[in-house]
């Protein structure tokens, strides 16, 4: 059957074009249920997919709906099965995801409708519908000659959809009561009222998601996934509004087209929850910050949602606080008027920035948030307050009734609303984790938080993978050069598997040397568009934790058939220079290769190698020249202005069997940890020369701002107050002036203020040479540059690769990789991933520390003071790499006297000055008082101030460890 819809349409050169919409109709589509006489028993799920093509097609499902369908209803005891209608997939896909949820019909006019709504909501239904245990099944309705509609004069879409979903849940009833066999039904869940009161009318048995969900009484756990709809249903008692109400978005973008709202994203202070900024994204390319103080002002706004703000008159500008405030959101409402006095009173209005208010959300950006329930003191309360694990996140208020059995466990909660009455959001539980300070359960919780894939590679990713055993054909042979002969090898740190790159060096009968870098050809493996590049693409790196790696390839490709390990043949990308042996290039070759590697080195054994005299084999000479040429690179680039900046990593001594750590030290960095990455840098180099050449608008580069003038004034303070001066008006200036800051009685100087500039870079990142102007990258003093050489751990040089290899016809091209407009979207998808996992690897820095320090006991250790605040300071510790907050106030106790210099910047703590850099010792021990937050304390030994510094043996309540929130990059 055949439904057809002509209309006629203006074009826009103004000629007349007449559209026919054809729809077809068809009286074979499955209702579903496998025993159905009326359907013949034909099995469900023959159909297509009704989310593909014109939609056509019969329902889908995998095993369809069972013959034990609900029961347990105490509402509807009879069997039945249940139908939402749009809003309850929308907002309570968390209860249909839970494996009570069973025998649920989604309709097409539901689907169709989520997925134009929320696509992350329908990924998650689509997930639902295809597993198997779930027993869910897709009825498209929009096809079925019986429950197809029109839209009706006068009738909205909304109200349209509303009538398809009561047809369809009619002719699903009807069509049931036939069978002779078992008595069904199907149930309409909807949260709309009108919706319910249309289909009780209709004669349809109908409820709200509450309300079936608590006629559940065998599983009563799932109450507590309810997401709360209504604020009112959820209100705090006190009728007192604490925030104003948002403004229309229609009233917004008005403003913003007229200059008085501006629109950016919010991002709240890890250190002050009543202080955040909103990021604006300027035309011109520019960002510019607005700062916002005070509960009122940042109204309801959460951090990453998209918000609208106004600026505030000039004269109620403030300074960002330089107070650290710990307390953790369990003040209430009459209490933060007093705070943010007292907040207004500390700032120096000299250095006061553009403040504004929130006056509405744009777009919320809310996720699952990780955390701990803080149980009510009112006995039998079923609502309790969630503290999150991000302290940028506020405490939610949710309703349950495990509130005993989730007390020190890690759960997920989600937020569904926040009242304009309530000091604290409304959500509802999600899902427990495991028990608190487990090692698992701190894993998923950072891995969650920080957003970061880690789950198995799927079945349909995995079988785009080579089928083993896996060798190298003549055909292979043909097509790419044979560099086997080579005395190749790869230097890694210890334990490496999955290894990226290898290297060789040799002389030439002409007197120059032939250096190679030779990178594993991943692109051969993982072909544009499948599963396996898909998944790929959206990991987009490989996450490294203190003891897991979380892959962003198979591990069949990442620690096999891509690792160029040695003594085996593998497929490589070479980039291959002839050198002068002053470094020179006369010239320069890119090809795909067979390599097989004579060595896998560590960076101490190639540095054992290299220094060792009566080694003399090939691969230790070719070691030894590319050392040579490497130290002449690194010259030549420092000459021009490239940056050597520091950061304190550290490295983990694992116990291998506990899997604790039983030691800890900062990494020691050799002569060929240079070697290797003087290569790499060269590689990329020319690797990004060849694809802008050949690509100008679709490239895939990186490039590193220069940080604005503003982000330098801390170190040229730092280096005023040590009476030495840093330049920052060029990248050779600065990188001169670091040369020259020294003191000679304090060899760690040096180090720190390379450590305090790089927190003053701005981050790296990748884009679209289509898409940007600016391509210079700053630290490294280099006008161009791309990632090439790490291809089984970041996706942008799988992207690299392909582009490369297209350019030197050695593949075909595709039409992604030459859209530009697409190429800058996955730019962007990386960029948020290397940023989360370079998080992530901090926080799992953080958790070790910790446990460290929870077997060693109280420790007294020399430090360095990083940034002196007015109420603080932040020391680091060199031995372990670690930084901490010595707290000089404390809520409840008496303060010492405090003054604190801006200009220089210091804080005097009654008589005693403290100046960045100065070097101190303090007590550090584990304080795990509270659960959610176990930290590290620090506490001032030396020097001695009375009344303030705390004995070694004392329980340290006067300072917190935190991970620095800081603009910390790594130049490459």
């Not at 909304?158 to 009561?166: G, S, T």
């Not at 009112?378 to 949710?398: C, G, V």
Request: aromatic share 6%; charged share 25%.
């Amino acid at each position: 059957m055949l439904k057809s819809k002509s209309f006629v349409k203006k074009t826009r050169s103004g000629g007349v074009l007449k559209v026919v919409r054809e729809h077809y109709l068809r009286d074979d589509i499955l209702c579903g249920w496998g025993p159905c006489e009326e359907c013949g028993g034909r099995g469900p799920g023959s159909g297509s997919d009704p989310g593909q093509g014109q939609g056509q097609g019969q329902g889908q499902g995998h095993g369809g709906l069972t013959d034990q369908p609900h029961t347990s209803s105490q509402l509807c005891p009879e069997p039945h099965y249940v139908l939402p209608d749009t809003n309850v997939v929308l907002h309570q896909i968390d209860i249909l995801e839970d494996p009570v949820i069973q025998n649920v019909v989604i309709l097409q006019t539901v689907l169709q409708e989520v997925r134009h709504r929320s696509a992350p909501v329908y990924k998650r239904i689509k997930d639902v519908i295809n597993n198997p245990e779930k027993h869910f099944y897709t009825f498209t309705n929009e096809h079925h000659k019986d429950t197809y509609i029109e839209q009706e004069q006068g009738e909205s879409a909304n109200d349209r959809n509303d009538r398809a979903i009561r047809i369809a849940v009619k002719w699903y009833n009807e069509h049931l009561k036939k069978s002779k066999t078992l008595q069904l039904q199907v149930i309409l869940i909807t949260n709309d009222r009108k919706n319910k009161e249309r289909a009780v009318e209709d004669g349809l048995v109908a409820f709200t998601c509450d309300e079936y969900i608590k006629s559940l009484v065998g599983n009563p756990e799932l109450v507590d996934r309810l997401a709360c709809i209504s604020d009112a249903s959820n209100e705090v008692e006190s009728g007192r509004l604490i925030f104003t109400e948002h403004l229309p978005l229609s009233r917004i973008h008005q403003g913003i087209k007229s200059n008085r709202y501006f629109q950016g994203t919010f991002r709240a202070n890890r250190d002050n929850y009543l202080e955040a900024t909103v990021w604006i994204h300027g035309e011109d390319g520019e960002n510019k910050e607005i700062l916002v103080r005070g509960l009122k002002n940042l109204n309801r706004a959460i951090h990453e949602d998209v918000v609208a703000v106004e600026l505030l008159p000039k004269g109620k500008w403030v300074a960002p606080s330089a107070v650290v405030l710990q307390d953790e959101g369990q003040v209430e409402a009459d209490e933060e008027d007093e705070k943010e006095g007292f907040l207004k009173n500390i700032t120096a209005k000299t250095f006061s920035k553009p403040s504004g208010k929130v006056i509405g959300i744009i777009k919320r950006n809310w996720r699952s948030y990780c955390g701990m329930i803080s149980k009510s003191q009112i006995k039998e309360s079923t609502r309790h307050l969630f503290t999150p694990a991000d302290r940028r996140i506020p405490r939610i208020r949710i309703e349950t009734r495990q509130s005993s059995a989730l007390e020190n466990q890690r759960i997920i909660v989600v937020i569904d609303g926040w009242p304009r009455n309530s000091r604290y959001p409304n959500g509802h539980f999600v899902r427990s984790l495991g028990n608190a300070g487990d090692k698992e359960t701190e894993t998923e919780v950072l891995l969650l938080e920080h957003d970061v894939p880690h789950q198995p590679f799927s079945q349909a990713v995995l079988s785009f993978l080579p089928k083993m055993p896996w060798i190298i054909t003549e055909q292979d042979l043909k097509k790419r050069m044979d560099l086997r002969h080579l005395y190749i090898c790869s230097v890694d740190p210890p334990g490496c598997t999955d290894i990226d790159d290898a290297l060789h060096c040799r002389e030439l009968e002409n007197g120059n040397l032939e250096v190679g870098v030779h990178i594993a050809d991943v692109s051969h493996f993982i072909r544009p568009g499948n599963a396996l590049d898909q998944e790929s693409a959206n990991r987009g790196t490989t996450v490294y934790l203190c003891d897991k790696r979380i892959d962003m390839v198979p591990e069949l490709l990442s620690s096999n058939l891509c690792s160029l390990r040695s003594n085996v043949e593998r497929f490589a990308f070479s980039c291959i220079w002839e050198m002068t042996h002053n470094a020179e290039i006369l010239h320069t070759m890119f090809t795909k290769s067979i390599i097989n590697s004579k060595a896998s080195l560590t960076y101490a054994e190639a540095q054992m190698r290299i220094d060792d005299e009566n080694m003399n084999d090939e691969v230790t000479l070719g070691l030894r020249s590319l050392n040579k040429l490497a130290k002449i690179l690194k010259r030549k680039r420092i000459d021009i202005g490239a940056l050597t900046l520091s950061s304190p990593e550290v490295r983990f001594h694992i116990d291998s069997e506990t899997h604790d750590p039983i030691d800890l030290q900062t990494k020691e960095l050799k002569e060929t940890n240079s070697m290797v990455e003087e290569f790499m840098l060269l590689a990329n180099i020319s690797v990004a020369q060849k694809i802008y050449e050949e690509f100008s608008e679709c490239a895939l580069l990186r490039k590193h701002p220069a940080p604005p003038p503003s982000n330098y004034d801390i170190l040229v303070k730092a280096a005023k107050s040590k009476n030495l001066e840093i330049r920052t008006d060029s990248a050779k200036a600065l990188a001169d002036s670091l040369d020259k800051a020294e003191v000679p009685d304090s060899p760690y100087l040096n180090t720190l203020f390379r450590i305090l500039t790089t927190r003053c870079m701005m981050q790296a990142v990748y884009f679209c040479s289509g898409m940007d102007t600016d391509f210079h990258h700053f630290g490294l003093a280099s006008p161009i540059y791309t990632h090439f050489t790490s291809p089984i751990r970041r996706y942008s040089d799988v992207i690299v690769h392909r582009l490369l290899a297209v350019a030197i016809n050695a593949d075909v091209t595709y039409p992604d990789i030459m859209d530009k407009h697409k190429q800058q979207a996955l730019c962007n998808n990386l960029n948020y991933r290397h940023k989360m996992a370079q998080y992530s690897q901090r926080a799992s820095v953080a958790f070790h520390t910790q446990l460290f320090f929870k077997n060693k006991g109280i420790v007294d250790e020399v430090g360095y003071i990083l940034f002196v605040k007015k109420n603080a300071i932040v020391v680091l510790i060199p031995k372990f790499g670690l930084e901490g907050t010595v707290l000089f106030e404390e809520k409840g106790k008496q303060s010492p006297k405090l003054h604190y210099n801006e200009e220089i910047p210091s804080l005097t703590v009654e008589s005693t000055v403290f100046n960045m850099f100065d070097k101190v010792t303090v007590t550090i021990m584990l304080d795990a008082t509270n659960v959610q937050h176990q930290k590290i304390r620090m506490a001032l030994v030396e020097p001695v101030i009375p009344g303030v510094s705390v004995p070694r043996n004392s329980s340290l309540k006067n300072s917190t460890i935190e991970e620095p929130e800081v603009k910390k990059t790594k130049l490459s």
